[in-house]
């Protein structure tokens, strides 16, 4: 069964850092592109990042182009998404989910507050 | 960017009535790249449909989907109370994924 265990996240101020993680188990971690998701409070989905299994290509919004990075170890099933510069707008319930182009599976997602 | 205009916003039916959900998209999106996900309040998405009529691992056969080029349905044959939640279509026809607004399924 394909659990994703997601961590990080919290309150930061406008111009911030966070980082992200997404322990992922159950299936071949490396052979599967891996991407990030988030919906603002109340609101819809917003596809934010996305990387393939040996991050040879990686997707960005341009939203969070520049500020935002997407990475993974595969030696630890673990995908990251490292947030700078963070705005208010950023402000959000991130998920991790399996796959490049849709989610097949998704993590529990995690809330990231930013206010000043 | 391609807009995902999902209809109507709300849909209110009883269980045991039959649903339908409406994607249209502003340019053609082959269909092998429409989907439709279900969530729940404090929930994560859930995909239900893939390639705009597969059913994903697991999801019941009361839900189908169908539709090409720039009109996409989502049926729901009979409800169950489990399937009252928001619905979204995503495409990703084009390198910049786009959702739908969301069709919200509420109990009459």
């Known amino acids: 069964e394909v659990h994703l265990l997601q961590s990080g996240g919290g309150s930061v101020r406008p111009g911030g850092s966070l980082r992200l993680s997404c322990a992922a188990s159950?299936?071949?971690?490396?052979?599967?592109?891996m991407s990030w998701v988030r919906q603002a409070p109340g609101k819809g989905l917003e596809w934010v990042s996305a990387?393939?299994?040996?991050?040879?290509?990686?997707y960005y919004a341009d939203s969070v182009k520049g500020r935002f990075t997407i990475s993974r170890d595969n030696s630890e099933n673990t995908l990251y998404l490292q947030m700078n510069s963070l705005r208010v707008e950023d402000t959000a319930v991130y998920y991790c989910?399996?796959?490049?182009?849709?989610?097949?599976?998704w993590g529990q997602g995690t809330l990231v507050t930013v206010s000043s | 960017e391609i807009v995902l205009t999902q209809s109507p916003g709300i849909l209110s039916l009883s269980p045991g009535e039959r649903a339908t959900l409406s994607c249209r998209t502003s340019q053609t999106v082959t269909s092998t790249y429409l989907v439709w996900y279900q969530q729940k309040p404090g929930q994560a998405p859930r995909l239900l449909i893939y390639g705009a009529s597969s059913r994903a691992t697991g999801i019941p056969d009361r839900f189908s989907g169908s539709g090409s080029g720039t009109d996409f349905t989502l049926t729901i044959s009979r409800l169950e109370p489990e399937d009252f939640a928001v619905y979204y279509c995503?495409?990703?026809?084009?390198?910049?994924?786009?959702f739908g607004q969301g069709t919200k399924l509420e109990i009459k």
């Open positions: 995503q495409q990703y026809g084009s390198s910049l994924r786009t």
């Open positions: 159950g299936f071949t971690f490396s052979s599967y592109a």
């Open positions: 989910a399996k796959g490049y182009n849709y989610g097949e599976d």
């Open positions: 990387t393939t299994g040996s991050s040879t290509a990686t």
